[in-house]
């Protein structure tokens, strides 16, 4: 990851839930990840990007896409 001039890290809603969101009791069965509690999905992630700024420059992939065509046209 660390090699890569562009890592893209995408988040989905369903990520940032847990059984406790209402999740219907056939999905959560299929996606074990809502077995862990949101707090500490929030941790985990907090600490992921923490280490990713480190090493890199965080932006939204509209930013990342705009600098990259400005790039491209120089």
């Given at each position: 990851?660390?090699?890569?001039?562009?890592?893209?890290?995408?988040?989905?809603?369903?990520?940032?839930?847990?059984?406790?969101?209402?999740?219907?009791?056939?999905?959560?069965?299929r996606q074990r990840d809502l077995e862990?509690?949101?707090?500490?999905?929030?941790?985990?992630?907090?600490?992921?990007l923490k280490q990713l700024q480190q090493?890199?420059?965080l932006m939204t992939l509209a930013r990342?896409?705009?600098?990259?065509?400005?790039?491209?046209?120089?």
């Amino acid at each position: 990851m660390r090699q890569t001039k562009l890592f893209n890290f995408e988040l989905h809603a369903l990520d940032l839930l847990d059984q406790e969101d209402g999740v219907p009791a056939e999905l959560a069965k299929r996606q074990r990840d809502l077995e862990v509690r949101w707090s500490k999905k929030k941790s985990r992630l907090e600490e992921m990007l923490k280490q990713l700024q480190q090493d890199r420059e965080l932006m939204t992939l509209a930013r990342a896409a705009a600098r990259l065509a400005t790039a491209r046209a120089d």
